[in-house]
């Protein structure tokens, strides 16, 4: 695939980032993007502004609590809708996207623990979604279009 034409049109350097040696053996079809929909409207009637750190991330959910509102809609029976969480809280762990890449695709077989620093720093950040009511009541058996609708209808 190295000289294929077709490579010029895949966006952002991806098949180069999948090269061996220089050379392009197969390229992603798909890239994920990671964050959080939030509802403009209701972050202005509660006094909200937009977090840039994953501190004020963790200090808005407890502003959004205390005024009786549920922070996240989550999906919690379609397990792909919780990977952009991960990325996000990953990302912030390890330092920037590109070094959760890292540890991610360059790590050893089987060099992933739990009980790795990273990681648990990773799962502390996840458990925010679910720690103090965050999510709407019945996010455990939530699909994927229940949250949409929760998210839509205002009820996370």
């Given at each position: ?79 792909w809708t919780l990977n952009g969480y ?47 009511n965050a999510a709407q009541n019945n ?18």
């Amino acid at each position: 695939m190295t000289k294929a034409p077709y490579l010029k049109n895949i966006k952002n350097n991806y098949a180069q980032q999948f090269a061996i040696n220089g050379k392009v053996y197969n390229a992603p079809l798909t890239a994920n993007v990671y964050g959080f929909f939030y509802n403009k409207t209701a972050f202005a009637k509660m006094g909200l502004k937009v977090p840039e750190t994953w501190a004020e991330f963790e200090a808005l959910v407890k502003q959004i609590r205390e005024q009786g509102k549920t922070p996240f809609a989550l999906a919690g029976t379609e397990g792909w809708t919780l990977n952009g969480y991960h990325q996000l809280a990953l990302a912030t762990v390890a330092g920037s996207a590109k070094k959760a890449n890292q540890v991610l695709r360059f790590s050893p077989v089987n060099g992933i623990k739990a009980s790795n620093p990273v990681m648990q720093q990773d799962f502390n950040r996840l458990d925010l979604l679910h720690k103090n009511n965050a999510a709407q009541n019945n996010w455990r058996g939530a699909s994927y279009n229940d949250a949409v609708v929760a998210f839509t209808k205002g009820d996370a």
